[in-house]
């Protein structure tokens, strides 16, 4: 099993920033890709950012200027620094690792609420 610790949701105002944190650990074998997803009430759950082992990243439109994602191989761990935050930020951000490759087995982290209100 895999087990990921996210850290860093919280209230901020808009045009504020965050950072998330998520820490990948168990069964670790090989980390194919590291992202973020987010899903706001009512809403499917969205692909934020994701960043594969070799330097492959991608952003939803969306963040794309103003989120940046990477990730500290030596601790298996992925951040989101997410600046100039909106109140359309609002939703839970889920961590996600994917092991081996593309289609490799997925494991989710339980989440962490971002809320940007004045």
């Known amino acids: 099993q895999v087990q990921l610790a996210e850290s860093g949701g919280g209230l901020v105002q808009p045009g504020g920033s965050l950072r998330l944190s998520c820490a990948a650990s168990?069964?670790?074998?090989?980390?194919?890709?590291m992202g973020w997803y987010r899903q706001a009430p009512g809403k499917q759950r969205e692909l934020v950012a994701r960043?594969?082992?070799?330097?492959?990243?991608t952003y939803a439109d969306s963040v794309k200027d103003r989120f940046r994602i990477s990730r500290e191989y030596a601790k298996n761990t992925v951040y989101l620094q997410m600046n100039s935050l909106k109140p359309e930020d609002t939703a839970v951000y889920y961590c996600?690792?994917?092991?081996?490759?593309?289609?490799?087995?997925?494991?989710w982290g339980q989440g962490t609420q971002v809320t940007v209100s004045s």
């Open positions: 960043i594969i082992s070799g330097g492959g990243i």
């Open positions: 996600k690792v994917i092991l081996l490759s593309l289609n490799g087995p997925g494991y």
């Open positions: 168990g069964s670790i074998s090989t980390i194919y890709a």
